[in-house]
């Protein structure tokens, strides 16, 4: 049953300078929220009274703020996931689309569960129980909680894989195909969509391009969006565009190249590359677009440092290899010299991330283990001086440690602090939306984005460095990404969902850093989500209204 909500009361948000999402020249006006939805866009002075009246006293009005790659999946579920993802919430995203990156929590079927549970582990805090099995059953779930904000969600291929294949490498064909294609059918109906797909971890990274492409002309035939998290960013950034731009070709679906980036200073030029690749698509008619984390740094599992063919079997069978002198020789000396070569599934790598970007630019953010709760945000070339043995060591013993549960930070994503061309170019893309990126597991140490990726985009980006002005900003951040899922948010206009923003154009900002990330942004001053105010003066005074999403003939008008 789904959790009853107070009717939500009426206001009137006197003078406000409203940027509609649009892209468009902002307007002065009082806008008037009745019933969830805006139902009034106004002259200044004109609009009808209401329970409530807030001036804007020089505030933008902007959508609720829609973050097109989130993680969120574990956490929505956890019996504290408004508590968990406040953090979002407070920097103005009403909106997270889930499912990213091939990862999610279901289908999860009983005799999967342990399997899917480890190649999960990510996304997954500590705490959060399976009380599913199909995909429609999680989102029922969902839709029975106190959601903090709205959910719409992508269908994981490496949940779909799991489901049938477990932990088995190898490319899908026959009945495992057919069974997958099954299992992604049913989540579409139940209002996924589109699919994802992750092909640096396990177990996506097993899947060849025919898969791919089949389960693609399935999401083609109900026009959802395949978003793919592609095979690397480095050595083979070009190939992987490549078979990127191959599935759109052969399945007509539309495609959503995930957090597009070049890691490691040796390959950042290849991104220029991949821009004039997709750029060249379009023209072809493939329909191709990105999405943009906007930092020099990422979050993602430790695991995405070693070889695929030693996470065949799972985290067990990985920490019995580790257990070997002769395996875990083997592993060490591939982390740091071999070469990734096309094409990279079953035996082959995509993305040596430790030779691409080296040890220093990989930090430790959580870790299951208690006992090494001194090493998370520092370096592994730190932690190795520290301990006095090598940085492989040191990862190693943590992933043992911590049964394979560990969060790292990646730095050398698209340029650095000082070197931001590259990065500005990404972002600046008309084709590109922003996506924050970020798992928070209220645990460990967290990467700043969970915090205050929006309102950097906004100040930093747009006020100070002027990459682009703020309607464009705006946009970037809600109707691009919310029209490229598909999803009904994104704009200010009337009979719209009032998931709205009020935010001080000179103030708002992002205070977390790297280093204490955990800081709520400045400038965001309200928030409505679906007609109620659920954040005042930078503080949460409301949860509960958010709403999951659903795609498709039997969804309802949200």
Known sequence: MVAEMPTPNSYRLRHVTLHDGTGGAAIVADVLVEGGRVAAIQPPGT????????????????PGFVDIHSHSDGALAHPDAIELLEPFLLQGITTQIIGNCGLGVAPAPPARRRELAAFMAL?????????????????DHLEAKLLPLNVAALAPHGSLRCAVTGTEPGAARGAALRCMGDQLREALEAGAFGLSAGLIYPPGMWADTEELVELSRIVASSKGVFACHVRGSS??????????????????????????????????????????????????????????????????????????????????????????????????????????TWPPWEEGWAHNLVRAGGWDNIVPLQARSEGHSAWLGKNFGEIAA?????????????LVASGGDVMARYHGISGAPGDEDLLRELLAHPHHSIGVDVILK?????????????????????????????????????????????VPRGRVQVGAAADLVMFDPVAIGERGTYASPHRPPTGIEHVFLNGRHVVSHGTLVAHGPGRVLRRGPGATRR
């Open 47 to 62: 609009a009808p009274s209401a329970s409530r009246t807030i001036d804007a006293d020089g505030l933008c009005l902007a």
């Open 123 to 139: 996304i997954i805090p500590e705490g959060m129980n399976f009380a599913w099995t199909s995909f429609a059953e999680y989102l």
């Open 235 to 340: 050595e083979l950034a070009l190939d992987a565009e490549r078979e990127l731009l191959e599935i759109g070709a052969k399945s007509g679906v539309r495609l959503q190249h995930s957090h597009h980036e070049a890691f490691g200073p040796g390959y950042w030029h290849l991104a220029r590359e991949t821009l004039r690749m997709e750029d060249s698509a379009r023209r072809q008619g493939i329909d191709v677009a990105s999405d943009v984390v906007p930092y020099h740094a990422v979050n993602t599992t430790l695991l995405a440092i070693l070889p695929p063919w030693s996470l065949a079997g799972g985290i067990d069978a990985l920490c019995d290899r580790l257990a070997r002198p002769d395996l875990r020789a083997r592993i060490d000396d591939e982390v740091h010299h071999r070469v990734p």
């Open 386 to 398: 520290r301990e006095a043995k090598s940085p492989f060591q040191c990862a190693v013993e943590l």
């Open 442 to 486: 209220g645990a460990g140490v967290a990467h700043p984005g969970g915090f205050g990726a929006m309102p950097r985009v906004l100040g930093h980006y747009g006020r100070e460095a002027a990459w682009f002005d703020t309607a464009t900003a705006v946009r970037k951040i809600t109707s691009q990404p919310a029209d490229r899922i598909g």
